[in-house]
């Protein structure tokens, strides 16, 4: 079976945001593939040397430059091949939103006749984790959120579930949309030799206004971005009387 | 053991003295009291998109003036440069009391008159406490690149570092060697990222390779670092100099490589009693001599492990030995290592403290590692600014009864 994995550039997760003119600042910041595409894409290659898939295909939507890096460390992890939607416009929910993005993925799976769609569960940047149920959506595929664990073959796939109250078993049908949580798997390193490798497997660059049909407007406006408030420092006490004075006198909670 | 008393010493800590004074952006001069953690030090330089010249495992809570006073190496001494290059300015507080300002106004060039704050820098608290200190910090690398890589021998990782230099050139920033012997105990608490698959006729398992290899690029342009990084390791892999390796694609994973690195130290200290030894010696002697130690403890004391990591761009190696699961010392088993240690290592034309210092632990070992010419002039110093002797005595200097009977050998 084939593979599309979705691949997002992101502000690096190690690296501090900065808020400036109300937005988020991105100049000369450090850019990296969302933590949860990676797992995604080692699911993928996972299913690939099991033999359960024949080919993995990674996605991304980015800038030219900076999406052709994300790519490369795809393929460098083992995807077969990528495809590159090259687009200048902002893809962390301020221009290019959820919506869009989802519609790109619809088209792309009409064309590739993919059976599973595998996704970060959501992106670091935005948060939204809309993609992966809006796809499905679209689709008329069913959707399994935040895999925990996978097992299957080429007609079902068995996934544990993350929900707040504990983990639920699913079994799933393919074809299906399945976006992947931190337990699912721990990435690998790009090895030397499949980085080199990776240098001649194959892109298909489009730009994004091949998709211009498809009504790509983002029908959210962002009014304000704003630093969280600094934390306060803690109070150190010298007792346990004293902590439980602060505890009811200044903090009110017993 | 510079910071551990010898008997009824008063301790003096600086560590209230932890105001950060100010960073010029335009000259990236940095003014500090010296009580400032690194750590702090490092996040205040880094929201200004600068970066402390020097860094270190315990950059969490050393301080600046200790860092100062101990010339602290660190791991991009390549890169950026000593203690002794970066340190502007100091202020200093002399045994006498008094306050010595070689900081208020401070250049990146000075040449009037004897460069004195280089004489309290490694000084390890013997000429005067440091209060203030006045830093160089060059800007924060935009890209960093870490490839973590294996060697199938010792020659291979001689050539490599000549290769990264080559290829790397100015991006190059740290390159820090691990052997076999530390990769074992590190892997009892954290995944090297690579490792050999030795197939048996009953499994399969994973070895380390023989030697392995962490290098770092910094630089400020991501297309160009990431170019010579592959430039650099499809050479490396095609030339078979290298057998395997990873390269980190995100901050991430650099800072998890790092981690293997960094473990080092504190893995090797949980593992039994410790006989830590820091030396710079020729580079091409780095296995060598680790070899010489084997086989020496191999006959005497076959339970005792000697493992091996370093900073081998600045031929600085750390050999350490431990006896596994024993954690109180061996006096047999220090004295089969010192002084024949320190004697290969002076042999080899070496040092026997690359950048850890002296201490009470290795000072009487200066009469056969200085020439007692330069000795009698370190010690004419150290009276001259500590006539009562009361800065850390019986430590950093031989005491004074062996360097008046010396006569060349132990």
Known sequence: ?????????????????????????????????????????????????????????????????GGTETLRTALAMGCDRAIHITTEQRTDFLEVQPRAVSKIFQSLVQEEDPSLVLLGKQGIDSDCGQVGPMLAGMLGWPQITFAASMEG?????????????????????????????????????????????????????????????????????????????PRQAGVMVESVDELVDKLQNEAKVI | GGSVPIADEVIVSIQKLNTIHNLDETSGILKCDAGVILQDLQQYTMKRNFMVPVDLGAKGSCLIGGNVSTNAGGQYLYRHGSLHANVLGLEVVLPDGTILDLLSSVNLKDNTGYDLK???????????????????????????NVAFVACQDYKSVQQ????????????????????????????????????????????????????????????????????????????AMSSEICIDGVLSQDLTQVHKMWDVRDSCGPVVKSTGYLYKYDISIPIGDFEDIALEMRDRLGQSHPSAIVVSWGHIVDGNLHLNITTPGIFEEDPSLTKRIEPYIFESVIRRGGSISAEHGLGQCKNSYLTIAKDPKALNIMKSIRTMFDPHGIMNPGKYLPDDHRLANHNGTL
């Open chain 2, 160 to 235: 490599l570092l000549i290769m990264a230099k080559d290829v790397l050139g100015e991006v190059l920033a740290a390159f820090e060697l691990m052997d076999q012997g530390i990769l074992n105990l590190v892997q009892q608490d954290m995944k090297i990222p690579i490792s050999m698959e030795t197939t048996t006729s009953i499994n399969t398992k994973n070895e380390n390779y023989p030697f392995c290899v962490l290098i770092e690029t910094q630089g400020s342009n991501k297309q160009h670092d990431m170019e010579k990084m592959e430039e650099f390791l499809e050479k």
């Open chain 1, 1 to 65: 079976m084939k593979i599309l994995v979705g691949v997002k550039r992101v502000v690096d997760y190690a690296v501090r945001v900065r808020v400036a003119n109300n937005t988020i600042d991105l100049s000369n910041i450090k850019m990296s593939m969302n933590p949860f595409c990676e797992i995604a894409v080692e699911q993928a290659v996972r299913m690939k040397e099991s033999k359960q898939a024949s080919e993995v295909i990674a996605v991304t939507i980015g800038p030219s430059k």
């Open chain 2, 118 to 144: 280089q004489l309290f820098i490694g000084a390890e608290g013997t000429l005067g406490i440091i209060t203030k200190v006045a830093l160089h910090c060059p800007r924060l690398p935009q890209e960093r």
């Open chain 1, 153 to 229: 073959d080429s007609d079902k796939l068995t996934l544990d579930r993350e929900t707040d109250a504990g983990t639920e078993t699913l079994e799933v049908q393919l074809p299906s949309v399945v976006t992947c949580d931190l337990r699912l798997n721990e990435p690998r390193y790009a090895t030397l030799p499949n980085i080199m490798k990776a240098k001649k497997k194959k892109v298909d660059v489009r730009d994004i206004s091949t998709f211009a049909d498809l009504d790509l407007e983002p029908h959210l406006q962002v009014l304000e971005i704003t630093e969280p408030p």
